[in-house]
């Protein structure tokens, strides 16, 4: 029998909160604050004592994410366990800097995998959207069913786990720790929140997004402003670098060899 299961995002740790971020800038001028005020809030299932910080430190930390003054962020770290199938692994594994990614290994795990069942969107025309929101019915049980039976009896004929594999379909369920800095997470959010990244990657970031915000109330606020506005800003330049860029006869005559 196949077994489905759905993506899940677990905030395992934290080290730090907004004070830290605070105390982390003020450090240059031999400066340091407590801060005076906590509220406790469950995020994944652990009480956290949160920080809440005075007018004074939420200004500072505003100027610090709207001037790219990113270090201070640096000092505060978090460590997520995500459950989520192969192919919106591989697409949250393409950002790396100041992450670090530990999954389990079908190489020497052979339990009884889980797997994933998507709604089944239509193509979008642009290609950069990716996917409709109108969706259609249509059944793969079988055909996971079929590749389920395969592994196992692979793996009763003694083959090893690092070939079996081979035959898990692009739903099968992984499973990996995460761990990185609070700025780090809030440019995964930035790129992975907007409506043309895939749905099934974007609910991973929703999850992040949504636990953030409640143990970094000012630094997330602001950092995810910030960074969200410094996206938009580098791809309208770029966009306009493409524009105005004018193009020299040997590509004109690369262009006519194609289409001759």
């Known amino acids: 029998m196949v077994k489905y299961a759905d993506q899940e995002c677990t ?3 934290r080290m ?16 340091r ?3 005076e005020c906590y509220e406790t809030d ?17 200004r500072l930390i505003n100027f610090l994410a709207r001037e790219g003054h990113w270090t201070p962020f640096g000092h505060v770290s978090v460590q997520f366990h995500i459950k989520t199938p192969f192919f919106v692994a591989r697409q949250l594994g393409k950002h790396q800097v100041g992450l670090v990614w530990n999954e389990i290994s079908r190489r020497y795990v052979d339990s009884e995998p889980e797997f994933y069942y998507p709604e089944w969107r239509l193509r979008a ?5 990716g996917s409709l929101d109108e969706t259609i019915e249509y059944g793969i049980t079988p055909f996971v069913q079929s590749c389920l039976v395969e592994y196992r009896q692979m793996l009763a004929k003694d083959i090893a786990p690092e070939l079996a594999r081979v035959v898990l379909p ?11 800095s609070l700025y780090a997470f809030a ?6 929140l907007p409506k043309d990244a895939q749905k099934e990657t974007r609910e991973i970031a929703q999850m992040i997004d949504e636990q953030l915000g409640r143990l970094f109330p000012a630094s997330w606020k602001a950092l995810t402003k910030s960074v969200k506005e410094g996206i938009q800003k580098s791809e309208e330049s770029i966009n306009e670098r493409v524009v105005n860029e004018p193009r020299s006869d040997s590509r004109e005559t690369t262009k006519r060899q194609r289409t001759s």
């Open 11 to 13: 905030l395992l740790d």
């Open 16 to 31: 730090g909160d907004d004070q830290t971020v605070a105390n982390a800038a003020r450090v240059s001028f031999g400066k």
């Open 33 to 35: 604050k407590e801060c």
């Open 42 to 58: 469950t995020v994944g299932g652990k009480d956290y004592n949160i920080a809440v910080v005075n007018k004074t430190d939420q």
């Open 125 to 129: 025309k642009n290609k950069k959207q």
């Open 170 to 180: 692009q739903n099968t369920m992984t499973e990996f720790y995460w761990s990185g």
């Open 187 to 192: 440019r995964i959010c930035s790129l992975r």
